[in-house]
Structure formats: structure tokens, C-alpha cells
């Protein structure tokens, strides 16, 4: 059920039946010229919401705001700080579990690497903090099957192409404003630049013009069943 939509009440009597809470997190983001800001937001967002139908679990408010390094100087990014983004997931699931959720599973649709990080850091220390506590802390695409790649034609998709535009048409083809060119970051790696958008011009890794609805819906299944797969493995354990 969505945490957002219940009354204490219900909260109090669906605790009875699981103590399980999944917390998305996405980003605000340059998402090429054709996509929302809100890209990995949306996706995650419509993931765990599909989760939350199949199996008993409380879901979160999703965490628009997430850390993001490559896409830092592009129109529209707002991004936070690796030590704010713990310090929230810390803070919220220090508080879920005082209010009696046992198992968190902290899912972000942003598979960014520092960001991916801070969520990974938060789940170490709250196990080392808390007796009794599980967490999962994860980027969704780390736990799907090898058919999920296949999906995608183009050999390396990763933000804003194929994948992501096909779920954005899928969820929201109204904010799917045409397509932009395909595009691969030329940054110098491992080298650290600081005007990163001279080497990534138009924030696409990738081909959005090989996207359709189609494989958005196909993707889509294939992440609501890992993410269900989950809640039972943590459930389990
Ligand atoms: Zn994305």
C-alpha cells in the first residue's frame, strides 16, 4: 500500500500483515531534449506502485531529489550531495523502524554511481546500527535478468535512449517531446572534469530513436518482478 494514501489507522493494522517498506529514489535530471526531468523518478515511481499490487508491502513517497555527477551542469539537473542523500535515508529508515517496519528495501530508478553509493553506505551503517533491521539498497537495473539488456538494440544503452525512452512512452507518452540524436558521453574517464557537458553535449547515452511503447511495457514487467522477487528474498531470509 503507499504510505501516502493511509491514515494511522491503517498503517497500524497493515503492519500486522507485513513490516516491509520500499523507499524510491530518482533524481532530477537532464534527460536529453526529450525527456522529463523526472525520468528515473517516473520509472521507479510506476515500478514499486505495480509492486505494491501484487504483493504486501508498504510503499514510500518516492525521493525526487538524488546525486548527479555527469549531468551536474545541464539545464534543469538539481541535484543534492552524497552526505544529504544518506543522511535522509538514515533519518527515514531510522524512523520506519521505530515505527515498526523491520525489512527496507531502498530501490533508486537514478543508477547513478556516487548515488548508488550513498544509499549502499546508509544500508551498511544502519545494519551495523540496528538489531533486527534488513536492507536492501540497490539501483533497480542491478537486479534484472540478462533479458532485460536484451530489450534494447543498441549494444550500449544507458540514459535517456532506447530503455529509458521506451518507458517514459509507455508511462507518459504525452512528455515525450520528440526524440534527441543518438549520443554516447565522450568524458575522459577516469579523469574528473569540471565542465563535463563540453564532453556530453546533449545528456543521452544511447538511441532514444529505437524506443517504442512496447519495450517500455516489456521492461517494465521484467523490473515490477524482480522488485517483487525481492520483497519475498528479504522476507525469507
Ligand atoms: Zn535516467
Known amino acids: 500500500m503507499l504510505l501516502q494514501d493511509m491514515t494511522m489507522k491503517e498503517f497500524k493494522g497493515y503492519l500486522r500483515r507485513t513490516k516491509t517498506l520500499i523507499v524510491p529514489y530518482g533524481s532530477i535530471e537532464a534527460h536529453g531534449v526529450h525527456l522529463p526531468l523526472a525520468t528515473d523518478t517516473m520509472i521507479i515511481w510506476e515500478v514499486v506502485r505495480r509492486v505494491a499490487k501484487r504483493v504486501r508491502v508498504f510503499v514510500a513517497p518516492p525521493i525526487y531529489y538524488g546525486v548527479c555527477t555527469s549531468t551536474g551542469n545541464h539545464p534543469g539537473t538539481i541535484g543534492i550531495t552524497p552526505e544529504t542523500l544518506r543522511r535522509l535515508t538514515m533519518d527515514i529508515v531510522r524512523d520506519g523502524f521505530r515505527k515498526g517496519l523491520r525489512n527496507f528495501i531502498l530501490v533508486s530508478g537514478h543508477g547513478g554511481g556516487l548515488h548508488t553509493y550513498a544509499i549502499k553506505e546508509a544500508g551498511e551503517r544502519l545494519v551495523e546500527e540496528i538489531d533486527g533491521i534488513q536492507v536492501a539498497s540497490l539501483a ?28 517514459i512512452l509507455h508511462i507518459e507518452p504525452g512528455l515525450v517531446k520528440g526524440r534527441a540524436k543518438e ?3 565522450a568524458l575522459p574517464k577516469p579523469i574528473i572534469v569540471r565542465d563535463k557537458e563540453r564532453y556530453w553535449k ?3 547515452w544511447g538511441n532514444p530513436e529505437k524506443a517504442d511503447p512496447g519495450k517500455g ?7 515490477v518482478d524482480s522488485l517483487a522477487g525481492l520483497v519475498r528474498k528479504i522476507e525469507g531470509l
Open 202 to 204: 546533449g545528456a543521452v
Open 217 to 223: 511495457a516489456e521492461l517494465l514487467d521484467i523490473m
Open 140 to 167: 533497480i537495473y542491478e537486479i534484472l535478468p540478462g533479458k532485460a539488456r536484451d530489450i534494447a538494440e543498441t549494444e550500449n544503452d544507458s540514459h535517456a535512449g532506447e530503455l529509458e525512452t521506451s518507458c
Open 183 to 185: 549520443e554516447y558521453p
